[in-house]
């Protein structure tokens, strides 16, 4: 299955901002899906997967910040993210079991 990011930008820390990822197939059969994000200089990381039974697993860093969400019928997994800080700025990445990436939407945090 091929993803596509979208929902980027440059947002003041504090803002908001949801990410999209819509994959070219059906997404009702993959288990988990969810979102990495690598920084400059740093590996990438989890932040966010979410199980096709709606269960959530979420880095430390950004629980009771972002909010990540699936839609089978539409194909779509969003990330919802809440009170921005410097440090989330980073390119994040959609994920779906089996090794499929996106290409990456880049999200800037200014202070």
């Known amino acids: 299955v091929q993803l596509v990011e979208s929902g980027g930008g440059l947002v003041q820390a504090g803002g908001s901002l949801r990410l999209s990822c819509v994959a070219s197939?059906?997404?009702?059969?993959?288990?988990?899906m969810g979102w990495y994000r690598q920084a400059p200089g740093k590996q990438r990381e989890l932040v966010a997967l979410?199980?096709?039974?709606?269960?959530?697993i979420y880095a430390d860093s950004v629980k009771g910040r972002f909010a990540i969400s699936r839609d089978n019928a539409k194909n779509t997994v969003a990330l919802q993210m809440n009170t921005l800080k410097p440090e989330d700025t980073a390119v994040y990445y959609c994920?779906?079991?089996?090794?499929?990436w996106g290409q990456g939407t880049q999200v800037t945090v200014s202070s």
């Open positions: 979410i199980r096709s039974s709606g269960s959530t």
């Open positions: 994920y779906a079991t089996g090794g499929s």
């Open positions: 197939g059906s997404i009702s059969s993959i288990d988990l």
